[in-house]
Structures are given as structure tokens and as C-alpha cells.
């Protein structure tokens, strides 16, 4: 399995993996995810520990079911809430950032780089208010903010910037 983890900021966290549907743009990784229904009452036992076994569970705590995505769930993505200014800011210094990165690790991309995030970053802002933002789960303030919006029945496209991302195989 491979695991997409962000080259910015200070923990780089995980944003994705190879479990999700992904297609590749030019600038962009855009992942499908759906929305999934969550049992809060399953437990999962490892045995690892001799009183895990004796404790039971009163089946009130952590009981029903709730909607998440799964994308989201399972790599502890955060919500995270932009206006368009405050947005552009943030983006401007992540994409300095990834140009820094890619001069120092791949300089014949640059170019193409620049090109392609400029004109992927007008297209979201042009259609900014349908996007909701999520960071990873340690909400790095230096770290990609990914946007995602509703694409169908119980279905979210999420675009993370694609030279922002490593994979690392597990």
C-alpha cells in the first residue's frame, strides 16, 4: 500500500493513500471518497492486555452510528475553514514552499510546476464557496490544505496538490 504524505510543514502528515480511487492531473492528485456509515460500537479487541478481556462494554459509551467520509476517517483529515483571502495567503506560501522543495529535489519541474498550480489555484478560486478544506490530522499550519466538494450520491472529490505529496510503500 502506498501512502501519501505531505512534504510540507512540520510533521507531514498522511492526506491519503492508494485505497481511494485517484486520478492524476496535471497539478493535482483528485481522490474519490464517499460517504460511509461508522458503527460506534464495535470494538476491537487485541488481546493485548489481560484485563481487555474482563472489561466489557455497558453499550452505552460509543454506541449508534454516524456519516463520515471515508476518506476523511481514515486518515484523520481535520476541517478546517478559509475564507477566499485568508486561503490565497496560506496557498501562496505552501506553493513557495513546494517550489523550494522541487528546486532543490527535481529543478526541470519547476517550470511546469508553476504553470500548472496557477492556472488549477484560478479555477478553485473561481468556484471557491463549493469547496470545504481539510488539513492533516496535526492541523500543520505550514502543511497542504486540501479542498474537496460533493461530486454525486454520497460521493467527494478531494484535490491535494500533487507535488506536494511523497509516497512511501507499507
Given at each position: 500500500m502506498?501512502?501519501?504524505?505531505?512534504?510540507?510543514?512540520?510533521?507531514?502528515?498522511?492526506?491519503?493513500?492508494?485505497?481511494?480511487?485517484?486520478?492524476?492531473?496535471?497539478?493535482?492528485?483528485?481522490?474519490?471518497?464517499?460517504?460511509?456509515?461508522?458503527?460506534?460500537?464495535?470494538?476491537?479487541?487485541?488481546g493485548s492486555d489481560d484485563e481487555s478481556a474482563e472489561a466489557e462494554d455497558d453499550g452505552e459509551a460509543g454506541s449508534g452510528t454516524i456519516q463520515v467520509i471515508n476518506l476523511v476517517d481514515s486518515h484523520r483529515l481535520q476541517k478546517a475553514d478559509f475564507d477566499k483571502k485568508s486561503y490565497l495567503t496560506h496557498l501562496k506560501g505552501y506553493l513557495r514552499q513546494i517550489e523550494s522543495h522541487l528546486r532543490a529535489s527535481a529543478p526541470d519541474e519547476v517550470e511546469e510546476f508553476r504553470k500548472n498550480t496557477q492556472e488549477a489555484a484560478k479555477a478553485m478560486v473561481a468556484d471557491f464557496d463549493s469547496y470545504t478544506f481539510y488539513r492533516g490530522e496535526n492541523l500543520d499550519a505550514e502543511g497542504m490544505v486540501a479542498f474537496a466538494r460533493p461530486a454525486?450520491?454520497?460521493?467527494?472529490t478531494f484535490n491535494f496538490w500533487k507535488h506536494g505529496v511523497r509516497a512511501e510503500q507499507y
Open positions: 502506498k501512502v501519501y504524505k505531505d512534504v510540507a510543514g512540520y510533521y507531514q502528515d498522511e492526506l491519503f493513500s492508494d485505497g481511494f480511487p485517484a486520478e492524476e492531473l496535471p497539478a493535482l492528485y483528485a481522490v474519490t471518497a464517499t460517504t460511509v456509515t461508522k458503527d460506534l460500537s464495535v470494538r476491537v479487541d487485541t454525486g450520491n454520497d460521493t467527494w
